[in-house]
């Protein structure tokens, strides 16, 4: 089983490639298995923090090189993104169109209305297009001294790809080509939901989306990369579409998590862990949002209940918005730039009112769950919202997104919070018991997950009505444990495997 993942943009934690690699082999030494690089693309900070990079195989020569990528993939497994769904407006490509219009070699790669309705689009059809910000994706732009309609699912400055054009499969191999050749082995398929856009769909998870995330799969496998597939929406598409990939992300967990400590109700997590498949990388916080869309129901599965109700949805954002004293108010929907519909942006600290007890708490059932447990860089060292920054910027997802400075990482990892979250990582990252198999019993206000392989064992229970807990671990006959986890800041790596 894959040890624990860190999450990090080179430009906010470390400050480069070479700094993060620097961390991870000094101060984090035995804490991660592997790192999930944000984009280091060119540039990585243009309109969306490196989602809309204008060279996708080209680091930012601000944050290092290949050479760098190489050298971290030495010692930890590496992910990066592979930015299918878009590119920005500035890349030369889009830039050729701009001037060229038809005439330019690239006119096939990029979406228009046209591109998906040659024959016009009712109302109907332009009502059902699914989008995960208010009003249409589309943005008038001038191609070739003619207005066009072109697709913009996120941004204006995010141009959208057309994955039947042969230039735009030669633009994403390429890319493949560079980053596996750098010695990456995980790729991470961004915004990968919406690249299949067909006439008389909601244009989301079409089928030709699945034949194009078939076909990329197998073209990385050859590569020798896993495909992770970031796609937000009911929990039953993330049921079926999982045995069809390598790995999905249990995006249901955040949200279920903070209702169970908020709401003292452990029976939605229950449910999910009922049914939720293996292949799976957990997370509690990512660069995006907490997201709400992922346990709620959706218009696209009529009839289809979420796991948890809109009462208990609404219940568990304002929990969120109480408990960060009003920052994740700011930085979320209508009151923030980016208009997220389907997030909460919050720090998970911040989420649950920094109350480091119930923090940690989190952060065990996390790391007690199957799959590959990814790390935010924040959450690592229990940022608190950055109302600064968001301020600054008018962009929510960047109260979640500090820039460390040079210094203040290494500081911060001092914290007794942080140290007990770093032990508790290492547990699962070394003991032989998370090498054999799970089982769990949750019911009303109690969580209990148990490991054990050969004479091993590693077990936590969790009651959220009145936080009350054990964490215990064993091997060669020997029992340590604690019913306290704020003491695991004491242990350090002392645990007996």
Not at 82 to 107: C, E, K, L, T, W
Not at 225 to 250: K, S
Request: net charge negative; charged share 20%; aromatic share 8%.
């Amino acid at each position: 089983m894959d040890a624990p993942h860190l999450i990090a943009y080179a430009d906010r934690l470390g400050g480069s490639l070479q700094a993060l690699t620097g961390l991870l082999r000094g101060p984090l030494d035995g804490v991660f298995g592997g790192v999930h690089v944000l984009p280091f693309f060119r540039p990585y900070d243009g309109a969306d923090a490196g989602f809309d990079p204008e060279d996708h195989t080209e680091p930012d020569p601000r944050l290092g090189s290949w050479a760098d990528v190489g050298e971290l993939a030495r010692t930890h497994t590496v992910m990066t993104d592979v930015i299918v769904n878009h590119m920005s407006v500035r890349a030369g490509a889009f830039q050729d169109v701009i001037a060229r219009g038809d005439d330019s070699p690239y006119r096939g790669m990029f979406l228009t209305l046209g591109s998906v309705f040659p024959d016009g689009a009712t109302e109907a059809e332009l009502a059902a297009i699914y989008r995960p910000r208010p009003g249409l994706p589309f943005t008038t732009m001038i191609l070739g001294g003619r207005p066009r309609l072109v697709w913009t699912t996120f941004t204006p400055e995010q141009v959208d790809l057309d994955v039947r054009d042969p230039g735009t499969w030669e633009y994403l191999t390429g890319i493949i080509d560079r980053l596996t050749g750098a010695g990456v082995t995980m790729l991470r398929l961004d915004a990968v939901g919406y690249v299949g856009k067909q006439a008389g769909t909601t244009c989301f998870m079409t089928d030709r989306t699945h034949a194009f995330i078939r076909r990329l799969r197998a073209y990385a496998n050859e590569h020798g990369a896993r495909v992770l597939l970031e796609m937000h929406g009911h929990y039953r598409q993330q049921l079926d579409l999982a045995p069809t990939v390598d790995l999905v992300y249990d995006f249901a967990l955040p949200p279920l998590v903070l209702h169970a400590l908020h709401a003292r109700d452990a029976r939605p997590l229950a449910r999910w862990l009922a049914v939720r498949p293996p292949n799976l990388v957990t997370v509690l916080d990512t660069h995006d949002g907490i997201g709400i869309v992922d346990v709620g129901a959706s218009a696209l599965l009529p009839g289809e209940p979420g796991l948890l109700a809109p009462d208990q949805i609404h219940a568990l954002v304002e929990a969120v918005h109480d408990a960060s004293g009003g920052a994740s108010r700011l930085a979320t929907g209508t009151a923030a730039g980016n208009l997220d519909l389907y997030q909460v942006n919050c720090t998970f600290y911040d989420a649950l009112g920094g109350d480091d007890r119930r923090y940690l708490l989190a952060r065990l059932i996390q790391l007690f769950l199957p799959g590959i447990p990814q790390i935010y860089y924040v959450g690592l060292l229990a940022g608190r919202n950055d109302v600064e920054l968001l301020r600054r910027t008018g962009v929510g997802r960047d109260v979640n997104r500090h820039h460390y400075a040079p210094g203040e990482a290494e500081q911060e990892l001092g914290r007794p919070v942080v140290r007990a979250q770093l032990a508790a990582i290492r547990l699962r990252a070394h003991h032989p018991a998370f090498q054999g198999s799970f089982e769990h019993e949750c019911s009303g206000t109690t969580i209990a997950l148990r490991w054990r392989h050969g004479s091993t064992s590693a077990a936590l229970h969790v009651d959220v009505g009145d936080l009350s807990h054990r964490l215990t671990w064993e091997a060669e006959g020997a029992v340590d444990g604690t019913d306290d986890v704020l003491t695991l800041a004491d242990r350090g790596d002392r645990w007996r495997a």
